[in-house]
Every structure is written in C-alpha cells, then in structure tokens.
C-alpha cells in the first residue's frame, strides 16, 4: 500500500523542503507543486520523495487521524 505523510515544512532551498513530522525530517522535491508559494510552517503531504500538495494544519492532523486509527487497527489485529 502506498501512503502520503501529511507532514510540516521547516526549510526551503529552491525545489528541496526539509519537512518535518513526529520526530522524523525528510527532504522532499517541490517540482510537482512549484505553482504553489510553499514555505517554512505550510503544512503538505509527502509520498516518495515529492510534495504532492499543501494543506491546512487541519487537513493534516485529520489524515494523522486516520493514519494512527489504521495502525492501531492493525496492531489489533496483529495481537500486538
């Protein structure tokens, strides 16, 4: 399965955010959202290695949302 992390920019230099979230820092390519003004604090969501679009911080925390009812489910399941 293949998942975007909703996660919070902390750097720009040039088509390269350092992106940030629960603890882990990644740099992520904005080629695919370079029609965006993205900034330190913008929230977005990250698959790959690439910015695939910006988001509110509400939007963000609602994925997270998910993402940690996904994972509690499966570590349910898993008896874990």
Same mark, same amino acid.
């Given at each position: 399965?293949?998942?975007? +992390?909703? %996660? /919070?920019?902390?750097?720009?230099? $040039?088509? +390269?955010?350092?992106?940030?979230?629960?603890?882990? @820092?990644?740099?992520? @390519?904005?080629?695919?959202? /370079? *029609?965006?003004?993205?900034?330190? $604090?913008?929230?977005?969501?990250? *698959? $790959? $290695?690439?910015?695939? /679009?910006?988001?509110?911080?509400? #939007?963000?925390?609602? @994925?997270?949302?998910?993402?940690? #009812? %996904?994972?509690?489910?499966?570590?349910?399941? @898993?008896?874990?």
């Amino acid at each position: 399965m293949c998942l975007g +992390v909703p %996660m /919070q920019v902390v750097a720009v230099a $040039g088509f +390269v955010a350092r992106c940030e979230a629960r603890g882990v @820092s990644r740099d992520a @390519s904005l080629w695919l959202v /370079q *029609h965006e003004s993205i900034a330190p $604090g913008d929230h977005v969501m990250v *698959h $790959g $290695g690439n910015v695939l /679009q910006k988001m509110t911080k509400d #939007e963000a925390a609602a @994925s997270w949302a998910v993402i940690d #009812e %996904m994972l509690a489910e499966e570590t349910r399941r @898993s008896g874990g």
